[in-house]
């Protein structure tokens, strides 16, 4: 039994690390880009899937994190929860 455990939780680190390297990448990508402000918009990434959340100032905003996102090695999918508010 302890053996599988041990397994399972490198499985779970691994996974933690790829979605914290995600993270850090979508992330970048909105510092570098002029047309998402990144200090508006948080991200999470839980088993390759980004979390989009908080604010954009225009629907193209909105689009373009989570072009952004998307377009991020290892992403699965993202889910885009950010409300438009100009």
Do not use: H, W
């Amino acid at each position: 039994m302890g053996g599988c455990a041990v397994i399972r939780d490198q499985q779970t680190a691994g996974a933690y690390v790829d979605d914290a390297a995600i993270t850090t990448a979508v992330k970048a990508k909105f510092v570098e880009s002029k047309q998402v402000d990144a200090a508006a918009i948080s991200v999470e990434t839980l088993n390759g899937t980004v979390q989009l959340s908080g604010f954009a100032k225009s629907s193209a905003e909105k689009a373009a994190a989570e072009s952004l996102a998307g377009g991020v090695k290892n992403v699965k999918g993202v889910r885009n929860s950010i409300v438009v508010r100009p």
